[in-house]
């Protein structure tokens, strides 16, 4: 399928192809180390909170900055296995073009480290990676949180939640990275 320009985009096929096209053109212009044809393309139904995600298997002995040994796997033929680019409709469709292009640079440097590396994370090596890529290290929210957290001192933003766990039920014990102060809770849209 030819992609179709960014505001045409309708369908999942089409987000999809017009996905993989804008990586494709990261890749030769930002020297991403990413071989396409080991990378599948879904876009999730269920996701809700995630813009995309790159699905993979779990490998033992992987670490981020230790090239994976993929001759090691069995049915590999040393190529890394195939991972899924999992998109998300309801993020493309919320966020502006630049926040969805900069989601899809975040995702290529998960897919860089995994092929690499057989495994992926946002430590000091993708912080460094996403700052050559011009992208953040968490993907921008797309859904409202049912829990907000702020600093009593500064109103700082301190968490989101989308359900109930134990920093909100016992949000007295905690204090704000900025002030120390209290944390304020706030219910969001319900």
């Not at 369908?11 to 993989?20: G, M, N, V």
């Not at 930002?30 to 813009?51: C, I, N, P």
């Not at 009593?152 to 120390?180: F, H, I, M, Q, T």
Request: glycine content about 4%; overall charge negative.
């Amino acid at each position: 399928m030819v992609a179709p320009e960014y505001d045409a985009v309708d369908t999942d096929e089409e987000l999809i192809a017009w996905s993989r096209e804008y990586c494709r053109r990261v890749r030769r212009e930002r020297g991403v180390d990413v071989r396409f044809d080991l990378v599948e393309w879904a876009v999730s139904t269920r996701a809700k909170r995630r813009a995309a995600a790159v699905k993979r298997p779990t490998l033992p002995e992987a670490t981020v900055g230790d090239p994976y040994d993929w001759d090691s796997v069995p049915g590999a033929d040393g190529r890394p296995l195939p991972c899924t680019m999992s998109l998300t409709r309801e993020a493309f469709e919320s966020f502006a073009r630049s926040e969805w292009e900069a989601t899809l640079r975040h995702e290529l440097i998960h897919v860089e480290q995994y092929q690499r590396d057989g495994t992926t994370d946002h430590g000091p090596a993708f912080r460094r990676r996403a700052a050559a890529l011009d992208t953040d290290v968490h993907c921008p929210s797309f859904a409202d949180p049912k829990y907000v957290l702020t600093c009593r001192e500064c109103d700082r933003l301190v968490a989101r939640r989308y359900r109930e766990c134990k920093l909100v039920r016992e949000r007295e014990r905690y204090r704000s990275d900025c002030c120390g102060a209290d944390l304020v809770l706030d219910r969001g849209p319900e």
